[in-house]
């Protein structure tokens, strides 16, 4: 391996392997498997490592995300018509200090947000995890998602109404039946 190629494969480690976790994270929401997930996230990377000498400077967490957004749709389109699989909650370690009440409580919670932004379409599922879950700002979420900021403020603003009311309708379903 040349200087120039080892420079450049620690350019892009430095610059884009931080970026994995959300990556995978947008993956895993996008395709709802986490198998899936993987698969795709590691095809956006390989294209990234590939395409990385046209990258030259700017947020490299967007150009990643960008990628790893397009090769989900691709993934989506050749394999739309097959079985769609669930995704599958992380376990998650809890802290020495919480009652196993609070821990029922907050895994329900963790079950009944991920139930809801899963049954939301894509495209709001896609800017609400861009946005609450990654940090992106809106104009990231343009550039990732080349959408103009304009839509991307209102699609959030709409999948945040979807998302209330899917949180809320089982509450409302549960106290007709307790009547």
């Not at 947008?26 to 990258?55: C, I, K």
């Not at 490299?60 to 990628?67: C, G, K, Y």
């Not at 947000?113 to 899963?118: G, K, N």
């Not at 990231?140 to 603003?157: C, D, Q, V």
């Amino acid at each position: 391996m040349g200087v120039v190629e080892q420079e450049e494969r620690k350019r892009f480690e430095e610059c884009v392997l931080p970026h994995l976790d959300a990556a995978f994270n947008l993956a895993r929401w996008l395709l709802r498997s986490r198998e899936d997930a993987e698969d795709v996230t590691q095809e956006a990377m390989l294209r990234a490592y590939r395409f990385f000498g046209g990258y030259r400077a700017g947020d490299a967490r967007a150009w990643l995300l960008q990628i790893v957004r397009n090769c989900c749709y691709t993934w989506l389109q050749k394999n739309r018509a097959g079985e769609e699989l669930s995704d599958t909650m992380e376990e998650t370690i809890p802290d020495e200090g919480e009652s196993p009440e609070n821990l029922a409580i907050a895994s329900f919670d963790r079950e009944r947000l991920a139930s809801a932004l899963d049954s939301l379409p894509p495209h709001f599922r896609e800017v609400l995890v861009l946005r609450e879950l990654e940090g992106c700002s809106y104009k990231e979420i343009a550039a990732i998602t080349s959408r103009p900021i304009g839509t991307i403020m209102s699609s959030l603003a709409r999948g945040r109404q979807q998302l209330k009311k899917a949180l809320t309708q089982p509450k409302e379903s549960e106290a007709r039946r307790a009547l």
